[in-house]
């Protein structure tokens, strides 16, 4: 099993799919809340330069909130991450996290039931991309 839903974009830029990302998220009931710019950190931390890469923390608050009544401790696995990173060429890759495979490990079928939610929402707002 795959851990990401993943979808490549050629001709547009850095920031616009980025910009798309966000909305096509808040599109599905997410919204960002945390977001980690791993080029600046790598530069900064290392001194080392690479392609941009963006980590946006998303989260359903609904689904959360379900997931969490279930499985109090499933915040480890929280929230969704999804990537937005430079691959060359003028392409961009956007990938999230598979919920589905991410919550595999927990055995409980209240998790797998938000979890299977989840993915379809994800994967809804990756392809609008």
């Known amino acids: 099993m795959s851990y990401s839903i993943d979808r490549v974009i050629e001709g547009?830029?850095?920031?616009?799919?980025?910009?798309r990302a966000r909305e096509t998220l808040a599109e599905q009931g997410f919204g960002v809340l945390t977001e980690i710019d791993v080029k600046a950190t790598l530069k900064k931390k290392l001194d080392?330069?690479?392609?941009?890469?963006?980590?946006?923390?998303a989260c359903n608050p609904k689904l959360a909130h379900k997931v969490?009544?279930?499985?109090?401790?499933?915040?480890v696995l929280l929230?969704?991450?999804?990537?937005v990173r430079e691959l060359g060429d003028g392409r961009i890759?956007?990938?999230a996290m598979d919920p589905?495979?991410?919550m595999e490990v927990v055995d409980?079928?209240?998790v797998a039931e938000?979890?299977?939610?989840?993915r379809e929402l994800l994967s809804r707002a990756v392809q609008a991309i």
Do not use: H, M, T, W
Not at 48 to 57: E, H, N, Q, R, T
Not at 68 to 75: N, S, T, V, W
Not at 114 to 118: E, K
């Open 100 to 102: 589905e495979a991410a």
């Open 114 to 118: 938000v979890a299977s939610q989840v």
């Open 68 to 75: 969490l009544e279930a499985e109090p401790r499933i915040g």
């Open 48 to 57: 080392v330069d690479v392609a941009p890469y963006l980590i946006l923390g």
């Open 108 to 110: 409980n079928p209240k």
């Open 93 to 95: 890759e956007v990938s």
């Open 12 to 19: 547009r830029d850095f920031a616009s799919v980025v910009d």
């Open 79 to 83: 929230p969704c991450n999804v990537v």
